[in-house]
């Protein structure tokens, strides 16, 4: 469910560019990848952005979390309080860069790369949220 940009086809290699990443698809990874094209005319979405593009001291609010991610690995995050509207800061990255701390409602929590990529957000608005 992520818009797919060809970037290159390299002989046997696709170089693509998918949810804010590049990769390099060897020919058998290629095959198991499903793709719609749009009609003539239609325009795709933007790239989305998600929790994993947000850099140290960025506040960000979540809209939602990827059709991709199911059963447990959803369920912890909607447990961690991931919901829509909560108010996310990035605060601390580990040396090799994953995992990075994110501040979740007064919590420090660490989350991997693949599953910060699974949080879709915006840029916070800014002033503190109220509490009702």
Do not use: F, M
């Amino acid at each position: 469910g992520v818009r797919l940009d060809v970037l290159e086809v390299d002989g046997p290699e696709i170089s693509v560019r998918a949810g804010g990443r590049e990769w390099t698809l060897d020919p058998v990874s290629a095959q198991n990848v499903t793709v719609r094209h749009l009609p003539h005319g239609e325009r795709a979405p933007e790239t989305e952005v998600t929790l994993a593009d947000a850099k140290p001291g960025d506040a960000v609010e979540v809209i939602g979390i990827s059709p991709a991610c199911q059963g447990i690995q959803r369920r912890r995050l909607l447990d961690l309080g991931l919901v829509p509207g909560t108010r996310v800061t990035a605060e601390l990255t580990s040396a090799s860069g994953d995992p990075v701390a994110y501040d979740i409602r007064g919590a420090l929590i660490a989350l991997r790369r693949e599953q910060a990529s699974w949080i879709r957000v915006r840029p916070a608005r800014q002033g503190k949220l109220e509490v009702v």
